[in-house]
Protein backbone atom coordinates (compact mmCIF):
# COMPACT_ATOMS: atom_id res chain seq x y z
CA UNK A 1 0.00 0.00 0.00
CA UNK A 2 1.07 3.46 -0.58
CA UNK A 3 -0.13 7.13 0.40
CA UNK A 4 -1.19 10.07 -1.16
CA UNK A 5 1.52 12.90 -0.48
CA UNK A 6 -1.21 15.29 -1.59
CA UNK A 7 -4.11 14.27 0.49
CA UNK A 8 -2.66 11.04 2.89
CA UNK A 9 -5.33 8.98 0.98
CA UNK A 10 -3.94 5.14 1.47
CA UNK A 11 -3.89 3.77 -2.61
CA UNK A 12 -4.17 0.55 -3.22
CA UNK A 13 -3.09 -1.31 -6.54
CA UNK A 14 -3.08 2.01 -8.53
CA UNK A 15 -0.77 4.21 -9.64
CA UNK A 16 -2.12 7.57 -9.12
CA UNK A 17 -4.53 8.70 -6.37
CA UNK A 18 -8.28 8.05 -6.60
CA UNK A 19 -9.19 10.76 -4.69
CA UNK A 20 -7.20 13.77 -5.68
CA UNK A 21 -5.75 12.28 -9.04
CA UNK A 22 -1.88 12.74 -7.98
CA UNK A 23 0.81 11.02 -8.93
CA UNK A 24 2.58 11.75 -5.96
CA UNK A 25 2.56 8.13 -4.11
CA UNK A 26 4.78 7.51 -1.48
CA UNK A 27 5.87 4.10 0.67
CA UNK A 28 7.13 6.16 3.30
CA UNK A 29 3.97 6.65 5.33
CA UNK A 30 3.20 6.53 9.14
CA UNK A 31 0.08 5.61 11.01
CA UNK A 32 -3.27 4.73 9.44
CA UNK A 33 -6.78 6.04 10.31
CA UNK A 34 -9.90 5.10 9.02
CA UNK A 35 -12.73 7.98 8.86
CA UNK A 36 -16.13 7.18 8.59
CA UNK A 37 -17.74 10.56 9.04
CA UNK A 38 -15.46 13.59 8.81
CA UNK A 39 -18.10 16.19 9.57
CA UNK A 40 -18.36 14.37 13.58
CA UNK A 41 -14.26 13.41 13.42
CA UNK A 42 -11.92 15.61 14.85
CA UNK A 43 -9.53 13.45 13.85
CA UNK A 44 -10.53 14.32 10.20
CA UNK A 45 -10.97 17.80 10.77
CA UNK A 46 -7.80 18.42 12.30
CA UNK A 47 -6.36 16.58 8.87
CA UNK A 48 -8.26 18.57 6.94
CA UNK A 49 -10.00 15.35 5.61
CA UNK A 50 -13.57 16.09 3.82
CA UNK A 51 -13.91 12.80 2.74
CA UNK A 52 -14.23 9.49 4.17
CA UNK A 53 -11.85 6.52 3.63
CA UNK A 54 -8.45 5.23 4.60
CA UNK A 55 -6.12 7.82 5.31
CA UNK A 56 -1.89 8.09 6.88
CA UNK A 57 -1.82 10.66 9.89
CA UNK A 58 2.00 11.14 8.51
CA UNK A 59 3.42 10.92 4.79
CA UNK A 60 7.34 11.51 4.07
ZN1 LIG B 1 -4.54 12.16 -3.08
Given at each position: M???RNCRHIVKNASKCPLCGSEE???K???F???I???KSELA???DIK???EYAL???
Open positions: KACLTEYFGVVVDPEKSLTPGLVE
